[in-house]
């Protein structure tokens, strides 16, 4: 009876972790992404709520601490152990904000994954095909995976049409710092205004 | 002829921190270079204000301008789109030619010639049904870049919208390159050279607005998205334009092949 007990326990303890876990092959990761992302988006689902079901993948499956430093670039060698906690956090909402609000903007999107490419064991990127609709062509999608963890792979960028998200981002941090004189704490105004928009 | 002197002095001044020294092969060094982190800024101040002024204008005139052209039913805009493309292909063939690159040389052509007659004035497009489906898109400056000149620094002209010094150079080689502007120059039928006289400069001038109104409807939520998720469109608009040129030059479709991986190689957060 014990045992039956144990076995039924282990069963719900499995299911309910497969029901969460992610795939640790890159491409599979990808598609269940999108597979979930597409359920999210649908017409009927409201703004608040997908705007909250995404965080909850983001949080999930971006590395987002790790594209906070890319998009620092060697500015973060600058920052306190607390003023890397406030970029951290702040980071966080930026990025959910902008990652969620790019999102919702689509509507049931058809992406197929087409291949993936590893390029060293701590990236493989996964080539995807936003499938074009009358009024929008098709688009290119690659998405960079982290796979240092070979069983947690974590995004890390989206490469539209070629064209890198995490890299414009770079370039608008160098951009607010750089026209501050290399202040990095103004950053952090300009991204707190830009959250509380 | 002193004044052009100076202008291509200016030129070759702007120009040169970024020009790649012969023995390199041009694309092959780009492919690797991040090109998009050295381009500095010719005058970032004026820049900024043509940027304003041409923000401005997309929003009250070439907005709804292409809002419109959205509206109208999809058979015509793809037809309309199909025909800028098929005319836009002499550009490229001639650049195709310019880079020595013949394969997508025979490509442009056989995809002209198909569209042209089977596919009637480009409405439709045969050729990809044929198997010619590569539909690259080459300029001038592209073709500098190809031969190893650098873009020289960053700028924003009024209308026209982001470009560097080799592609503003670019733009008024294309004038010289492009078939289509020769049937349609004034001045060539006077010469007795090309030139028709059923057309003028305006046919060339409303077939380049159609191909941007086309270009502008087919990107409207995407730019829409930018603004709404940009900390500083005008930083953003810059990235993606040389992020992109890079691309082309390079023929490629990927970022991995044109960028650093360095600075990712270098973040480990697990």
Same mark, same amino acid.
């Given at each position: 009876m014990k045992k039956i007990f144990f076995i039924i326990i282990f069963l719900i303890f499995e299911l309910t972790q497969n029901s969460f876990a992610y795939s640790s092959d890159p491409k599979q990761f990808i598609q269940e992404i999108i597979d979930e992302t597409k359920k999210i988006l649908v017409k009927s689902n409201s703004t608040e709520f997908k705007t909250k079901k995404l965080s909850e993948i983001a949080l999930k499956t971006v590395d987002i601490k790790g594209v906070a430093y890319y998009t620092l670039g060697n500015y973060r060698k600058e920052l306190s152990d607390k003023q890397m906690e406030e970029y951290l956090d702040l980071f966080e909402k930026y990025f959910l904000k902008t990652f969620t609000s790019r999102l919702t903007d689509y509507s049931e999107p058809k992406i197929d994954v087409i291949s993936a490419e590893v390029l060293s064991p701590k990236y493989t990127i996964v080539k995807s095909l936003l499938l074009g609709t009358d009024k929008k062509p098709e688009v290119n999608i690659e998405w960079r995976v982290y796979t240092k963890n070979p069983d947690k792979p974590l995004i890390r960028d989206l490469i539209i049409e070629g064209l890198s998200l995490a890299r414009a981002e770079k370039e608008q941090f160098s951009s607010v710092i750089e026209a501050n004189n290399g202040e990095v704490t103004k950053l952090f105004i300009t991204l707190k205004e830009f959250i509380a928009k | 002829m002193m004044r052009k002197i100076i202008y291509i002095s200016i030129f070759v001044l702007l120009l040169k921190p970024n020009l790649v020294m012969a023995g390199s092969t041009g694309s092959e060094e780009l492919k690797n270079s991040t090109s998009q982190n050295s381009t500095n800024e010719c005058f970032e101040g004026f820049s900024r204000a043509m940027f304003k002024l041409n923000h401005g204008l997309d929003t009250a005139i070439f907005e709804p301008v292409a809002k419109g052209y959205r509206a109208l039913p999809s058979p015509i805009r793809k037809g309309t789109g199909n025909i800028v493309d098929n005319l836009r292909s002499l550009l490229t063939f001639s650049n195709n030619i310019l880079q020595g690159d013949f394969r997508n040389a025979g490509n442009t052509a056989g995809r002209f010639l198909i569209n042209s007659t089977v596919g009637i004035v480009g409405i439709w497009d045969p050729a990809s049904a044929l198997g010619l489906k590569e539909k690259g898109k080459e300029d001038f400056g592209?073709?500098? *870049?190809?031969? /190893?000149? /650098?873009?020289?620094?960053?700028?924003? !002209?009024?209308? !026209? *919208?982001?470009?560097?010094?080799?592609?503003? +150079? /670019? !733009? +008024?080689?294309?004038?010289?390159l492009d078939p289509v502007y020769h049937v349609t120059h004034n001045s060539e039928i006077h010469n007795g050279l090309v030139g028709n006289s059923n057309y003028s400069e305006h046919n060339y001038f409303f077939y380049r607005g159609t191909s941007s109104v086309d270009f502008r409807a087919k990107n409207i939520e995407s730019w829409a998205s930018l603004e709404k998720n940009s900390i500083d469109l005008y930083v953003s608009l810059k990235s993606l334009y040389l992020q992109n040129r890079s691309q082309q030059i390079a023929n490629s479709t990927s970022a991995v092949e044109t960028q650093n991986d360095s600075n990712w190689e270098e973040i480990d957060t697990n």
């Open positions: - | 592209q073709t500098m *870049g190809a031969w /190893g000149t /650098g873009s020289g620094c960053y700028f924003v !002209l009024p209308i !026209l *919208g982001p470009t560097t010094v080799r592609d503003s +150079v /670019g !733009l +008024v080689g294309n004038f010289f």
